[in-house]
């Protein structure tokens, strides 16, 4: 059974950082559009970045532009959402989600297949 997972969470100070690791179970994240989503408490689930599969082309929500990056490790299937500068605002829980396309033009809908269980990312004042 394809099993998409997040790794990385846990309690930082603000102004520090973190970074998310997404793997995938029988499913070659190469192939697929990757993207990163948040759940803030109270708030609906938001879109924060995504890189394609096609020519590994990133795109990010205005507010973590130039803070948080999105990249692939070919070797290992792996890919990351480098957070840094972080604040806590940012305190959410993060989800990666895979789909077979090429481009990121689905990630502002949610319109992913593969879910991961998410991981808590907390930025402390």
């Known amino acids: 059974q394809v099993k998409v997972e997040e790794s990385g969470g846990g309690l930082v100070q603000s102004g520090g950082s973190l970074r998310l690791s997404c793997t995938a179970f029988?499913?070659?994240?190469?192939?697929?559009?990757v993207g990163w989503f948040r759940q803030a408490p109270g708030k609906e689930r938001e879109a924060v970045a995504c890189i394609s599969s096609r020519d590994g082309r990133t795109d990010y929500v205005d507010s973590v532009r130039g803070r948080f990056s999105v990249s692939r490790d070919g070797a290992e299937s792996t890919v990351y959402l480098q957070m840094n500068s972080l604040k806590p605002e940012n305190t959410a829980v993060y989800y990666c989600?895979?789909?077979?396309?090429?481009?990121?033009?689905?990630?502002?809908?949610?319109?992913?297949?593969?879910w991961g269980q998410g991981t808590q990312a907390t930025v402390a004042s």
């Open positions: 029988l499913l070659n994240l190469e192939n697929y559009a």
């Open positions: 989600a895979a789909e077979a396309v090429e481009g990121c033009e689905g990630t502002w809908s949610e319109e992913y297949d593969e």
